[in-house]
Nanobody, 127 residues
Framework: QVQLVESGGGLVQAGGSLRLSCAAS????????MGWFRQAPGKERAFVAL????????IYAESVKGRFTISRDTARNTVYLQMNSLELEDSAVYYC????????????????????WGQGAQVTVSS
């Protein structure tokens, strides 16, 4: 399994931007589909975005589509989540996740589709 470490969280005003990074260990990073999830207090962990192992496919939750962008840099073993036009409802702990499994598309929307997780990064959006 790959080990993941998130960074880049923090406090930002509504309408602002943040970029989260997820650094992966291991030489097989390019074999993994990478996802971002988030969990707000009292809520279940929810899918945010996915990027395929090749970077050729990206998928977003409806709530972030057009505002967030997921990308990956294979040379740096890092996946990013650029978050623009942040809203109060985006406040949560954001988790990076990895999977090497080939699954039905719907499985990647669930946390059970992933095998490795980072420790999480807090994002707080203030008014």
């Amino acid at each position: 399994q790959v080990q993941l470490v998130e960074s880049g969280g923090g406090l930002v005003q509504a309408g602002g931007s943040l970029r989260l990074s997820c650094a992966a260990s291991g030489r097989t990073f390019s074999s993994y589909h990478m996802g971002w999830f988030r969990q707000a207090p009292g809520k279940e962990r929810a899918f945010v975005a996915l990027i395929s192992w090749s970077g050729g496919i990206t998928i977003y939750a409806e709530s972030v589509k057009g505002r967030f962008t997921i990308s990956r840099d294979t040379a740096r073993n890092t996946v990013y989540l650029q978050m623009n036009s942040l809203e109060l409802e985006d406040s949560a702990v954001y988790y990076c996740a990895a999977t090497a499994r080939s699954l039905p598309l719907r499985s990647y929307y669930s946390s059970s589709g992933y095998d490795s997780w980072g420790q999480g990064a807090q994002v707080t959006v203030s008014s």
